[in-house]
């Protein structure tokens, strides 16, 4: 019996194997290694499209990391080659049009009534940015806006009036931060000149969210990863960009380590059971996509609500912060053979439903 091919797809140098950085790719390497499957590396840019169309065409699936935005480039030429393939039969996880319905901002809008929903509004222009962000402040003071389509907190912006006013308008002072900073900072502008600043978001993520801003930040997030409908691990990360500058504490002091978690990690029962049995299914009735259209690895990232006692640590709610679908790494090792199994499981059922590949073009 002929081996699947498997490619393996990210944004590098032509020639390369591996990823140039870690990107804990290896335990997954090692488990496709026990199955029936020949890995086929395919490091992509936008100056080898042919290049890399002619790879595809020659495996049976492919896995995807490249981000939505990356040293100045996003993912236009990419998502035409992966659409293409799929339509060829190749099996792509995860297929851009997945993405576009629960890896980008809007997801936050359009579950916002999900259990792990919060206060959100969506933006389609500036110009509708310029008219309603201003009432939004007006009631709820502090607000975190994200472009629709980003990474490493590319176009995410903790928003705040400087103080309460009669009447927020344009010209109303605000504190803003963003995301990507190292350390807490923050700067002093006007409301219409955060709004000129987040014009040009608008040209590729077509979409800006809003979202209220969680007061428990400094808790951190917990990371769930899913293989399919299946949760199959956490991590407990400690984002500072958007956070309240500290006096009290050293800067770069951080004694809270990131640490990858399997599924049944202790404290954490309540939210894996929301996710599996109410909230990942709710959300693909509502986006129309069978367990089995989920990608075979993405990511949601929770935020701490409300106090209270449930039995799950200091937490009885979480806020979904973000999916993140398109470049998931690196991701809990003890993950990998689920990924890898539920990987060659796709691509088989693709093969058989189609009767065999098309040409890519054809």
Request: proline share 6%; net charge negative; hydrophobic share 40%.
């Amino acid at each position: 019996m002929t081996n699947l091919r498997v490619g393996v797809l990210w944004r590098g140098d032509a020639g390369a194997t591996r990823p140039a950085e870690d990107r804990g790719l290896g335990p997954l390497f090692d488990a496709f290694a026990k199955l029936p499957v020949d890995v086929v590396p395919i490091p992509f840019s936008d100056g080898r499209v042919e290049e890399v169309r002619n790879q595809l065409s020659r495996v049976d699936g492919v896995l995807v990391w490249v981000n939505p935005i990356q040293d100045g480039a996003d993912r236009r030429n990419v998502d035409e080659l992966l659409r293409e393939a799929a339509a060829a039969g190749i099996w792509v996880s995860a297929h851009p049009d997945v993405i576009r319905k629960m890896g980008t901002k809007e997801v936050l809008f359009h579950t916002r009534h999900l259990g792990w929903g919060s206060d959100t509004f969506l933006y389609h222009s500036a110009d509708e940015l310029a008219e309603r962000l201003a009432d939004r402040l007006a009631t709820r003071g502090r607000l975190v806006v994200k472009q629709g389509r980003g990474n490493g907190g590319n176009g995410v912006w903790s928003i705040e009036l400087v103080e309460p006013v009669a009447a927020v308008s344009l010209h109303s002072p605000v504190r803003v931060r963003e995301a990507r900073a190292k350390e807490p900072t923050s700067e002093r502008i006007t409301l219409g000149e955060f709004v000129e600043r987040c014009r040009a978001y608008f040209s590729w993520s077509d979409v800006l969210v809003d979202q209220e801003y969680q007061r428990r930040l400094a808790d951190g997030l917990v990371r769930c990863y899913f293989s399919h409908d299946e949760l199959v691990g956490f991590c407990h990360q400690w984002p500072k960009g958007l956070l309240d500058a500290d006096p009290a504490s050293p800067p770069n002091e951080d004694r809270r380590v990131s640490e990858m978690q399997g599924p049944d990690a202790p404290g954490l029962e309540s939210l894996r059971r929301r996710c599996e049995a109410e909230w990942v299914p709710e959300m693909a009735r509502l986006f129309t996509l069978d367990a089995r259209e989920l990608p075979v690895i993405w990511d949601a990232d929770f935020l701490f609500g409300t106090r209270g006692d449930d039995g799950d640590g200091p937490s009885s709610g979480y806020v979904l912060c973000e999916i993140n679908v398109s470049a998931v790494w690196p991701f809990p090792p003890m993950a990998s053979a689920t990924i890898a199994r539920n990987t060659v499981g796709r691509i088989g059922e693709s093969m058989r439903a189609r009767g065999g590949r098309r040409p890519m073009n054809s």
